[in-house]
């Protein structure tokens, strides 16, 4: 009986003595995920990055090396031999326990993206190993100089609005317009890293999006182009009646890119500036991008009747547009524009009204 249990006993020995090492990487920092079908360790840069590999059954003279494999050469260089490196500054190893080599990994660079092998040697070509790809990466940030600032264009101009950023992998550069509008360059969303137009006009004045985008994160930069341009004057009625003994309006709209101040605008008769106060009011009314020019001819007598010109400038410019005020039979009412003020009077009345007749009828 005892015979047969030192055999046995041998015979176990002799098993786990013959049996080969297994090499695992059980724990990593950060956690290991599968990228196309790879372990993967994604670091962020400039961080530091762990990988603890268990050998169980490993013969004394054995020796576990780490070795990292450059997607370029893709050959395995040794970096470590049990807890010698040979890149003491990039590299460390300690041993937490009898069985883990862990490697430490510093100051995460770009380059340091590779295969990464914990490996033991059996005999011949043959080893035991395993490994995880290490992969860098870093949240996108919008390069200044290398990005466009707020732009100031002319009509006509050329205009080259550029977007770079730094980040691991290498950032994608998306355009769109705030507020979703369409790009001059067609649809509402440009991937590349610029926007290059040839002419530029005064529609295409806004707030530019840039966003640069990789599987980190993303930075984001609005870059605003003001397209200036001389003003656009147009009349909102070529000809005004009115009879004798009444009072007109004549009417120009003034749109542009400086909007044109009080000083640049007036209007005239026959070349000659109306100083008449008593006979003729000018009134000025700035909107979003244009000015609504007025002009108020009181008591019109025969000699007030003619060709009228309102004139506007600015940097880019000027122009000018004609309103002929004309003899009628009768008095001719004209409809007085809203304001923002007496549409909200009206509307507000109107409710009003609508509740008090709603309530006589309910008593």
Request: glycine share 4%.
């Amino acid at each position: 009986m005892n015979k047969l249990v030192h055999i046995i006993l041998l015979t176990f020995v002799s098993t786990a003595w013959c049996a080969d090492p297994k090499v695992t990487i059980k724990y990593t920092f950060p956690k290991t995920v599968v990228r196309n079908n790879y372990k993967t360790v994604v670091v962020e840069k400039d961080r530091d990055c762990l990988l603890a590999c268990i050998v169980d059954n490993k013969r004394a003279e054995k020796k576990v090396q780490w070795l990292v494999q450059n997607f370029r050469t893709n050959t395995p260089i040794p970096i470590s031999t049990d807890t010698d490196t040979q890149n003491a500054f990039k590299y460390q190893i300690d041993k937490p326990a009898a069985n883990n080599w862990r490697l430490k990994i510093q100051n995460a660079q770009e380059s340091d993206q590779a295969l990464y092998i914990c490996r033991v040697q059996l005999g011949g070509q043959q080893n035991a190993n395993d490994s995880r790809m290490i992969q860098v990466i870093q949240t996108p940030q919008i390069i200044d100089y290398k990005t466009s600032s707020n732009t100031i264009k002319k009509e006509t101009d050329p205009l080259d609005l550029r977007c770079d950023a730094s980040g691991i992998p290498k950032p994608v550069i998306s355009w769109t317009m705030v507020g979703g509008g369409v790009l001059p360059t067609g649809g509402r969303e440009l991937t590349a890293p610029s926007i290059t137009i040839d002419n530029v006009n005064r529609n295409m004045k806004g707030a530019y999006k840039c966003k640069a985008e990789n599987i980190a994160g993303a930075d984001i930069r609005i870059i605003y182009l003001n397209v200036q341009f001389q003003p656009q004057v147009r009349a909102k009625e070529d000809v005004v009646r009115q009879a004798v003994g009444f009072s007109s309006e004549l009417t120009c709209l003034a749109a542009g890119n400086p909007i044109p101040e009080e000083s640049q605008m007036y209007w005239s008769r026959d070349g000659v500036a109306l100083d008449n106060r008593n006979k003729f009011v000018e009134e000025y009314y700035v909107g979003s991008n244009y000015v609504l020019m007025k002009l108020i001819v009181k008591d019109i007598t025969e000699s007030d009747y003619g060709q009228y010109r309102c004139y506007a400038e600015n940097i880019e410019g000027n122009e000018n547009a004609f309103v002929e005020l004309q003899q009628s039979a009768s008095e001719v009412v004209q409809r007085p524009g809203l304001s923002g003020a007496s549409m909200l009077t009206f509307s507000i009345t109107t409710i009003a009204m609508l509740v008090v007749t709603a309530l006589l009828h309910c008593c």
